[in-house]
């Protein structure tokens, strides 16, 4: 892709205020893309995100539909869809967990994937075009116990990918996932305070040894949304240092 070629891409990124979605936005922004984020919340002012911003609940399928249409007002139209609104798991043995957890972390991490999904892809399809990158996790990829709500959640959000991949594949419009291992965001920093998570120990299960930055995250996903992975659909991208390869089990 020569630098003529370039046209500016228009961005929409679910969960933009925070962590990864907010690095994301940001990145984009900085590469010269016209980018809109849409979060529950406000971007707070230490994480403030460049770009649009619209509020809405994932989960809502009117909230979705009035952020797409929102954005597509906007921007002129959808190019790239990221999904990265979501919670983490309240950390505790399945059997003494409560459906209402269960299902809220359902619903916003997978329903609202697959809401966003649905909403943008129709859009994305009446153009013939567009890439969506979904943010799962490595807890997607191998089991998580005392994190059965998320991991399952993230589970299906991979498969998810898989099927939409394989269903607009032949429309224009490619589907990928990114599944981060443990990334510095403020929520592994609130996981860390509530001493739900060990730091030093997630450390010694990753091969690069340290946890990962958004920024890292947010680089894999501009792959995925580039023609440089024009060929690339229904791909899983695990970006976690390492931890996958290594089976998460200290070094
Ligand atoms: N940080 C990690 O280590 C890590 C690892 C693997 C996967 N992930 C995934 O990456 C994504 C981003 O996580 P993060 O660490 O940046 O978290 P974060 O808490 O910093 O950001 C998540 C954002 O999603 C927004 N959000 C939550 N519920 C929403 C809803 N119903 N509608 C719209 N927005 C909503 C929040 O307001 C927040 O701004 C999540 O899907 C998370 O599961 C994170």
Not at 28 to 36: A, L, N, S, T, Y
Not at 212 to 240: C, F, K, M, N, Q
Request: with cysteine; hydrophobic share 40%; aromatic share 6%.
């Amino acid at each position: 892709m020569s630098k003529q070629q370039h046209q500016k891409k228009r961005v929409l990124v679910t969960g933009g205020a925070s962590g990864i979605g907010a690095a994301v936005v940001n990145f984009f922004d900085e590469i010269g893309e016209i980018v809109c984020s849409a979060d529950i919340t406000q971007p707070s002012m230490s994480t403030k995100a460049a770009g649009m911003h619209l509020q809405g609940d994932v989960s809502s399928k009117e909230d979705v539909a009035r952020i797409t249409s929102m954005a597509i007002d906007k921007m002129g139209g959808i190019d790239v869809l990221v999904n990265s609104a979501g919670i983490a798991d309240t950390i505790a043995p399945t059997a003494d967990q409560d459906i209402e957890t269960w299902r809220k972390i359902i619903e916003i991490n997978l329903t609202g994937t697959y809401l966003m999904c649905r909403e943008v892809g129709m859009h994305m399809l009446q153009e013939g075009r567009g890439s969506v990158v979904n943010i799962a996790s490595v807890a997607g990829i191998s089991g998580f116990p005392w994190r059965n709500a998320y991991s399952s959640s993230k589970a299906a959000v991979i498969n998810l990918t898989r099927s939409l991949a394989c269903e607009w594949g032949d429309r224009g419009v490619r589907v990928n996932c990114v599944a981060p291992g443990y990334i510095r965001t403020p929520l592994v920093d609130q996981l860390e305070s509530a001493g739900k998570i060990d730091t030093g120990h997630i450390n010694g299960c990753t091969p690069l040894g340290r946890l990962g930055r958004p920024s890292e995250i947010a680089h894999a996903v501009a792959y995925l949304s580039s023609e440089w992975s024009s060929y690339v659909t229904g791909a899983i991208i695990p970006i976690d240092g390492g931890w996958t390869a290594f089976g998460g089990r200290e070094r």
